[in-house]
Every structure is written in structure tokens, then in C-alpha cells.
């Protein structure tokens, strides 16, 4: 039941991109993206809800798609600041349940 | 305008004795949640409370685990006979009313289960 992110883990330069992917078994109605920096709390970045509505901060895009059950965040351009684990939290329905996948650690290099 | 606040940061407890977490959410958030994070791994869902609703304990790993949240606000985690894989960091998270809303996090209990 617990979404699948991919990659586990990727290192890029500063400047490159990179592409997170949260994929479920399940349908969903829902999925949250977040970023943990170590020792802190994780922090919002993203909602994508079923029938196309988003809510998020400017510079981070995301997709979802909901026939193929998956939703992928695109970091474009990275700063070092990007650096941390993402996690996907998805929400198979309307409730308020999330079920979080197990994070993607993403190292930024200068 | 405080974030969500949790007490103690650190916690180091010795097995077989009980512990409590405190959680004050941001004011007015109607929905909180518990969740544990065990080194390098993923969010695990404990508990959730909206509102005045019966709260959603389907998280919770052992009757030993218990949480309550008084009026509406505040929130308490009890964990009691402390085991050695109790140990983790242990995040409270905050919303508000509308279910499109982003979770707001507290900065985390870490317990120590000696």
C-alpha cells in the first residue's frame, strides 16, 4: 500500500535536474510532496489533487497522473538548497489519511 | 504566528518506563497528526484527531501507545513500558480545516530507549 518512490537516493551538480517519482497501486485522489532536510521537520512543497487542481510554491513543478496512478516532482536548475529526502505522502481518497512513501535522498554538490 | 511546538526535543528514557510527548498545534488547526520516524526512514503514521471527531488510531503499533488532545488543541502521546525499538523521532503535524491544506510539522521528539 505504501507508494514507491524512485530513485532512492541521486546526487547532481548544481544546475542539473532531476526528476522524483511516487507511483501506487492504488487510485488516488491526492498526493503531497514534502522535503526533509536533516534533523528538521518536513516541509510542504506540494499538493496535486485528482482532476488537475495544484497548490504549491512557485518554483517547484509536479505532475500527476492519475490513470498510471503516479505523480513525478521535476527540480529544474538545482541549488544547493534543494538538498534533503522527498517524500510523497498519497491519499487514495477524499479523506485526510495520507500514506507516505519511504523518501528519495537528493545531494546537491556545488 | 508560532509553528507547530512539541516537547521535550530530546527525550532518553530507560525500558519499562513510561514517556509523554507533547504537541501544541498552530492555533485554530482543526486536524492534528502523530507520526514516527525511525532513523533514514519514511513517516509512519500513529494517530490523527480532527475536530471533535473519535479520533483515527489505526497507526498506533501497541495498546502500549495512547494519545489524547484536550479541547482541541494541545496534544499528548503516551508510550508506556518503553521498549528498545520505541526509539525514534516522533513528529507532530497540524492542519487546518480544509482537506487541500499542506501539514504543517513540528520540529520532533527523538527518543532514546536505553
Known amino acids: 500500500q505504501q507508494p514507491v518512490q524512485s530513485p532512492q537516493a541521486v546526487i547532481l551538480r548544481e544546475g542539473e535536474d532531476a526528476v522524483i517519482n511516487c507511483s501506487s497501486s492504488?487510485?488516488?485522489?491526492?498526493v503531497h510532496w514534502y522535503r526533509q532536510k536533516h534533523g528538521e521537520a518536513p516541509v510542504f512543497l506540494m499538493i496535486?489533487?485528482?482532476g488537475g487542481e495544484q497548490k504549491g510554491h512557485e518554483k517547484i513543478s509536479a505532475s500527476f497522473n492519475e490513470k498510471k496512478q503516479q505523480s513525478s516532482l521535476y527540480l529544474t536548475a538545482s541549488q544547493l538548497s534543494y538538498s534533503g529526502t522527498y517524500f510523497c505522502?498519497?491519499?487514495?481518497?477524499?479523506?485526510?489519511?495520507?500514506?507516505w512513501g519511504a523518501g528519495t535522498k537528493l545531494i546537491i554538490k556545488p | 504566528g508560532a509553528g507547530v511546538s512539541q516537547s521535550p526535543s530530546n527525550k532518553v528514557t530507560e525500558k519499562g518506563k513510561d514517556v509523554e510527548l507533547r504537541c501544541d498545534p498552530i492555533?485554530?488547526?482543526?486536524?492534528l497528526y502523530w507520526y514516527r520516524q525511525s532513523l533514514g526512514q519514511g513517516l509512519e503514521f500513529l494517530i490523527y484527531?480532527?475536530?471533535?471527531?473519535?479520533?483515527?488510531k489505526s497507526g498506533l503499533p501497541s495498546d502500549r501507545f495512547s494519545a489524547e488532545r484536550t479541547g482541541g488543541s494541545v496534544s499528548t502521546l503516551t508510550i508506556q513500558r518503553t521498549q528498545q525499538e520505541d526509539s525514534a523521532v516522533y513528529l507532530c503535524a497540524s492542519r487546518s480545516g480544509s482537506s487541500y491544506n499542506e501539514q504543517f510539522f513540528g520540529p520532533g521528539t527523538r527518543l532514546t530507549v536505553l
Open positions: 496535486l489533487l485528482k
Open positions: 492555533s485554530g488547526h482543526t486536524a
Open positions: 505522502g498519497t491519499g487514495p481518497d477524499s479523506n485526510y489519511q495520507l500514506i
Open positions: 484527531f480532527q475536530g471533535n471527531s473519535a479520533p483515527d
Open positions: 492504488k487510485a488516488l485522489y491526492s
